[in-house]
Every structure is written in structure tokens, then in C-alpha cells.
């Protein structure tokens, strides 16, 4: 990101839209801190550059302020992680804020509140963004996993605040889901699972024209047996997606269609089996990269992982080969992160609706806005 790194920081109020949304428990315990370690390297590098970094995200879907949604349980680790005090604000915008923010200390970090709290955060106001622009000098985006999002912290605050630039986590997103699917090292694979094609479709149409392999698992893949004529016992089939299931087998028949055996009736396909996992194992063997996203069975219940778990594995020792291996978001990050092995991988994302929304081809609200901005390195695959 060449602008955040040439950028002079020192001093400098930046407006940092993260997204710290974060599960918690019901005794506001974190039980996946992921997304709050994906954003320490920007404020760090903000820290260390003497900028003083006003934070903001947003936690859950509050409606209007709602204290189990509030960031404070998100202090310590935060802190821990940073290696200095945050300080918390009990609102976003407002004169205690700005108290906050005049008394903010070169490389310190204020954190505001779930920007949430205010119906005008996800309508977007202009009243609103301009208010949160106000606070800053510079706006550094890296809120990947709410790019798909056009609110006003992620893309009004742009229109008040320039220089606007991507945060290195959003460039590392944009880097592997976009960069690396866009002009792959070849052979390029694709494995793309869940429980429903309809949610899939874009995915795969998009990633089958850019794909060498294209592998299918999970439950979506019996509207494609069924789309072929084989038995699926009970197994879940949308039936209004058959014609589309035979016209992407169709688009695919190009690039090899893998046989798949029948289903009895009375029985119900939860996992894919030994013989898919040997036909998969070998189809990735000779690949450069890997995009995987959605997992190939239930893998919640340990009966029914065996198939998920063993492309896990089978990404991690391709990783170890110098193959690049991207975690394309949702239920697949759980899987690999279930497993061990999210380490290894090249890239893991942090977005959900984010990265199906990347890897489908569409722009991002959050990221356009950036363009305009000031140019950062994004290459949108238009
Ligand atoms: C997510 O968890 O996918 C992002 O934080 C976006 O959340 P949202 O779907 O509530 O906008």
C-alpha cells in the first residue's frame, strides 16, 4: 500500500474503519479473535509512525444503541495486542469525542463506538460520515470484511476525508482474491462446497471461467447429480436449480466433469467420500494455486468432516510445496482454522459476504470509494 507506508503519519489524526466484528459469548467473552489480530499490522505501522489512530467498527446488527453490542469487551485484547493502553469512547461521534481525540497522544489509539449504534451508519447519511470525517485528517480503510457494505464509515467518510487508502489487510485481501484469481499461476483449481448452489452461483460461474479444475462438494452437489440423471436418495436437492445445474455442467464440460456413483434411496449424502477425496487429492496434485471455498460436508459433526478435513490437509502439504492456497471466506475458514492448518495457508480471509462478493467479479462499495480517493495498488477485475 503504497500511500499508507509513504504517507506522513506523524501526527496525524487517521480515521481507521476496521472490522472488529468479532463473536462473543454471552459473558462478552471473544471466542474468535481473529479479525481483531488481522487489523493489529495497520494500527501498528500507524502507531509507530506517530500518527494518533481514531478506531471504528461496527458489532453485530444492533438496532439503536444496544449495550451487549457494545466494543468495550474488546479493550483488553485489543490493548494486549497493540502493547499499549486503548482508550475506549462511549459514543462515535459528539464533543466527547472530540475532547478524546484533542487529548489523543502521537501513536495512541482511541477507540469509538459500535458505529452501529447510529441508524445513519448503514443509511449512509452524509450528515453522518461527515461528522466521523471530521475527527481525522487521513482515512485508511480496512475494514475488508465490510467492503461489500456501502455505509458511512466505509464509503461516505471518503467523499469528506482525502486522502482515503486501503489498510494492509484490505490490500492483502484484494492482492489474493482478486490478484492471484485473476491471473493465477497455472494450473489454477477451484473447490468450490456448502450446502446450497443457490448461494454458490455466482462463484462458480465466475471462478469457471477463470479456473483450470473446477471441483464440487458439499450439499449443493446433488442438484448436479440430480441435473445428470443420478439417484440422490434424499439428499438435498434445489429443485428449481436443476436447468442452471445442467447448464453449468455444460460450461464446465470443457474442463472434465468427474463421475459421481448413485445414492440408494432412504440414504442422504452428508460428506464427500473416500473415492471423491482420492479423485480431488490427485486432481490438485500438479497446481500452482488453490481457491477453496465452502466445505464439502457437514463438518460440524465429526462424522461427516472426514472429506472437509482431508482438503484441508491435502492444502496444507500443497501449501508446503509453494503452491498458493486461498481460504476464500465463511464456513472453509472454520474448517482449516478446525483443523490446524489455517497457518500454513497463503491467504485466509476475513470476509464473508466480502469475499463471495470479490470472488463472484463485483466491485466493492467500500474499495471503489478508495479508487476515487486516491489510487492505491487495487486491481479490480472489471
Ligand atoms: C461480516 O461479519 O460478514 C461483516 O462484519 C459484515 O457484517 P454484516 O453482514 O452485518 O454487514
Known amino acids: 500500500v503504497g500511500d499508507l507506508t509513504a504517507a506522513d503519519l506523524k501526527g496525524k489524526k487517521v480515521f481507521v474503519r476496521a472490522d472488529l466484528n468479532v463473536p462473543l459469548d454471552d459473558n462478552q467473552n471473544i471466542t474468535d479473535d481473529t479479525r481483531i489480530r488481522a487489523a493489529v499490522p495497520t494500527i501498528k505501522h500507524l502507531i509507530s509512525n506517530g500518527a494518533k489512530v481514531i478506531l471504528s467498527s461496527h458489532l453485530g446488527r444492533p438496532k439503536g444503541v444496544t449495550p451487549k453490542y457494545s466494543l468495550a469487551p474488546l479493550v483488553p485484547r485489543l490493548s494486549d ?38 441508524k445513519e451508519e448503514e443509511k449512509n447519511e452524509p450528515e453522518f460520515a461527515k461528522k466521523l470525517a ?64 443457490s448461494s454458490k452461483i455466482g462463484v ?59 445414492i440408494p434411496d432412504g440414504w442422504m449424502g452428508l460428506d464427500i467420500g473416500p473415492d471423491s477425496v482420492k479423485t480431488f487429492s490427485d486432481a490438485l ?44 471466506g465463511g464456513d472453509s475458514v472454520a474448517a482449516v482454522e478446525k483443523n490446524g492448518v489455517a497457518s500454513v495457508m497463503s491467504h485466509i480471509s476475513t470476509g464473508g459476504g466480502a469475499s463471495l462478493e470479490l470472488l463472484e467479479g463485483k466491485e466493492l462499495p467500500g474499495v471503489l470509494a478508495l479508487d476515487e480517493a486516491t489510487p492505491v495498488a487495487v486491481k479490480m477485475d472489471k
Open 204 to 262: 462458480i460461474e465466475s471462478l469457471l471461467e477463470k479456473c483450470d479444475i473446477l471441483l464440487l462438494g458439499g450439499g449443493m452437489i446433488f442438484t448436479f447429480y440430480k441435473a445428470q440423471g443420478l439417484s440422490v436418495g434424499s439428499s438435498l436437492v434445489e429443485a428449481d436449480k436443476l436447468e442452471l445445474a445442467t447448464s453449468l455442467l455444460e460450461k464446465a464440460k470443457a474442463k472434465g466433469v468427474v463421475p459421481a456413483s448413485a
Open 81 to 118: 495486542l497493540l502493547g499499549i493502553q486503548v482508550v475506549k469512547a462511549d459514543d462515535c461521534i459528539g464533543p466527547e469525542v472530540e475532547k478524546l481525540v484533542a487529548s489523543l497522544p502521537e501513536g495512541g489509539v482511541l477507540l469509538l463506538e459500535n458505529v452501529r449504534f447510529y
Open 285 to 328: 496434485e500438479t497446481t500452482k494455486t488453490v481457491i477453496w471455498n465452502g466445505p464439502m460436508g457437514v463438518f460440524e459433526f465429526d462424522k461427516f468432516a472426514v472429506g472437509t478435513e482431508a482438503i484441508a490437509n491435502k492444502l496444507a502439504e500443497l501449501s508446503g510445496k509453494g503452491v498458493t492456497t486461498i481460504i476464500g
Open 134 to 197: 471530521s475527527l481525522a485528517d487521513l482515512f485508511v480503510n480496512d475494514a475488508f470484511g465490510t467492503a461489500h457494505r456501502a455505509h458511512a464509515s466505509t464509503e461516505g467518510v471518503t467523499k469528506f476525508l482525502k486522502p482515503s487508502v486501503a489498510g494492509f489487510l484490505l490490500q492483502k485481501e484484494l492482492d489474493y482474491l482478486v490478484g492471484a484469481v485473476s491471473s493465477p499461476k497455472r494450473p489454477f483449481a477451484a473447490i468450490v462446497g456448502g450446502s446450497k448452489v
